[in-house]
Structures are given as C-alpha cells and as structure tokens.
Nanobody, 116 residues
Framework: QVQLVESGGALVQAGGSLRLSCVAS????????MGWYRQGPGKQRDLVAT???????NYADSVKGRFTITRDNAKSTVYLQMDSLKPEDTAIYYCNLDDGPRGAYWGQGTQVTVSS
C-alpha cells in the first residue's frame, strides 16, 4: 500500500522560510514524478511544483524564484524549500506521486500559515 507522509508545515512570519518533506512508502519512487500542490481557504487545489525522475522541475509562476523542489530517491523523499514566504502562500500543502498509468497518490496534507 502506497503512503505519502508530509511534514514541516508551521506558522511563520512573512519573509520567512520553511522546508516541507514528503516520505513515500510502499513504492519505488525513482521512476515517478513527485510534486507539491496547495489548497488555500475557499480555493481549489493548485500545482506548486513537480520534479520528474530525471529531476526536471516545473513551478507555478507565483512561486518561481522563491520555492525549490528537490528529491532524494534513496530516501524516497521529496522536499519543498520555501523562501520569502508571503501571506498568500497560506494553504494546506499536499504531496503527490504520479506513477503514470499505475495511478497517482496523495498525502494527507500539512498546514502552512504565513502571518503578515
């Protein structure tokens, strides 16, 4: 059974930094695309960043230059380094693992709150 467990969410002041982690179990992650999505209050879930098995990355325009996604296949972990945080970054952040035709999986989410 595939499980994704996020951690690292917290309350932080604007301008601060956080690092989110997502550990996958029950699956070999090195050939999958992993990513982060977020859902703010009253909003839909949106893409934040993804990283492919070859470490090609993609970012939402709103986080480019501030967030960095990386992965450690040996630890089955994907990270999201978030710098220069803004109040509009406040959301529940979800980890996603895309295993192609075999399916996609979500974590339970971790809350990030940025105070002004």
């Amino acid at each position: 059974q595939v499980q994704l467990v996020e951690s690292g969410g917290a309350l932080v002041q604007a301008g601060g930094s956080l690092r989110l982690s997502c550990v996958a179990s029950g699956i070999v992650t090195r050939l999958t695309t992993m990513g982060w999505y977020r859902q703010g209050p009253g909003k839909q879930r949106d893409l934040v960043a993804t990283i492919t098995s070859s470490r090609s990355t993609n970012y939402a325009d709103s986080v480019k230059g501030r967030f960095t996604i990386t992965r450690d296949n040996a630890k089955s972990t994907v990270y999201l380094q978030m710098d220069s945080l803004k109040p509009e970054d406040t959301a529940i952040y979800y980890c996603n693992l895309d295993d192609g035709p075999r399916g996609a999986y979500w974590g339970q989410g971790t809350q990030v709150t940025v105070s002004s």
